[in-house]
């Protein structure tokens, strides 16, 4: 089974500017996460969704932060403009539904400079 | 607020050793608990798990965890750890009926010496 697809791998950007980061969940996921991950910290619910629809998006900072999800599949996570505190690692994770485990993909490593 | 907490940041071990990670949380409700670990240049993979039943959990490679509800405690246990087990392990808490979000501890980088 695929696992959880993300890209890019890597980002390095400079403050102000915008990056957009992208994940194919597995296959018949209907929940799909983005988490954020600061360096020496555990990972950080930003967003939550359930086949196209927004359940959780209490963390995500909606003045520089959008997400969506369209057709309830592919997602795509975007910073506009980007802070220097920003820079971290994006998790994508997706479950067969939101009671049972996640499985994560390998992350978004970006660096704002 | 809910909050995981692992008390070791690193643990740096010899081979053939025996390994106890501590993880408490802070929720008085029911909660699902997981332990995931991060091998270098790898994704987060799942560990093991506990929604309910008996409260010793076995998972892959030969962990195993405990959950001491009165402890509000999810400690990780190996008997004898390999070189191999060199990498990040994470403790994660799911609320039940708050959906599939889990809150993280802060992660402890296990080094484990040949």
């Known amino acids: 089974e695929a696992g959880v697809a993300q890209s890019p791998r890597y980002k390095i950007i400079e403050k102000r500017q915008s990056v957009a980061f992208w994940c194919n969940p597995i296959s018949g996921h209907a929940t799909l996460y983005w988490y954020q991950q600061i360096l020496g910290q555990g990972p950080k619910l930003l967003i939550q969704f359930q086949n196209n629809g927004v359940v959780d998006d209490s963390q995500l900072p909606k003045d520089r932060f959008s997400a969506e999800r369209l057709k309830g599949v592919d997602s795509t996570l975007k910073i506009q403009p980007a802070k220097l505190e920003d820079s971290a690692v994006y998790l994508c994770?997706?479950?067969?539904?939101?009671?049972?485990?996640?499985?994560f993909g390998q992350g978004t490593r970006l660096t704002v400079v | 607020a809910q909050s995981v907490s692992q008390h070791n940041h690193h643990v740096i071990l010899s081979e053939a050793a025996s390994l106890e990670l501590g993880c408490n949380y802070s929720y008085g409700g029911t909660v699902n608990l997981f332990w995931y670990v991060q091998y270098p240049g790898q994704h987060l993979q799942l560990l093991l798990k506990y929604f309910s039943g008996d409260p010793l959990v076995k998972g892959i490679k030969g962990f195993e965890a405990e959950f001491i509800k009165s402890k509000f405690s999810f400690n990780l246990r190996k008997p004898s750890v390999q070189w191999s087990d060199t990498a990040e392990y994470f403790c994660a808490v799911n609320v039940e009926n708050q959906g599939g979000k889990l809150i993280f501890g802060q992660g402890t980088e296990l080094s484990v010496k040949p």
């Open positions: 994770a997706s479950s067969l539904d939101n009671t049972v485990e996640a499985f």
